[in-house]
């Protein structure tokens, strides 16, 4: 969607110190799609976040996105803000981007929410794994960790607090909402 700009008063800022992904709250998704590592990244790249990001699960969708920095999206150090559907936002920034002929990893950070749903998230470390899998096959694995807010629940909570937020969150909603985004991957790439 084209006009999108930050909010008023937004102040662009660098990304979070990023823990180890083992220290972070996770959740993994993998699907394979019928169709080679090479089609399937031609699909990703032609794609439009808001047409790519499931928005029909009871979490919000993304509308467009702004960049911030580094030119189009997907390069080690660009940054952009995504609009979601519920009209809260995210900054997302890519920290490692690697492609071979059989793989391509795409790192990255989100922060900055200003949905009250993840108030009590600090940030968000993400990973796409595309691998050739097989003759005309990918696997796609998408890896989600959270570092907790410790002046929010469940954060405050200390050690409970990561167990809280897989079982009430990770596990449901946002589990639902990775299968969902994964399947568009699929039906994107298969289409």
Known sequence: MAGLKPPAG????????????????????????DRPLVQVMASVAATPLADTIAGDTG??????????AGGTFGEPGSRHMAFLTDDSTIVEQVLERIRTPTED???YVVWNYTSATAAPLRYGLAEFLYTADGEGQTRVRW????????????????????????????????AKWMRATLARIKANAEA
Request: proline fraction near 13%.
């Open 10 to 33: 937004f102040i662009d800022t660098p990304h979070p110190p990023v823990a180890a992904p083992h220290k972070l709250v996770t959740r993994v998704e993998e699907i394979v799609i």
């Open 59 to 68: 979490l919000p969708g993304v509308r467009g996105t702004h960049v911030l």
């Open 105 to 107: 990893r795409l790192r």
């Open 143 to 174: 890896t989600y960790g959270f570092e907790l807010r410790r002046d929010r629940f469940p954060g405050f909570l200390g050690p409970l607090g990561g167990p809280l937020l897989k079982a009430a969150f990770l596990n449901g909603p946002y």
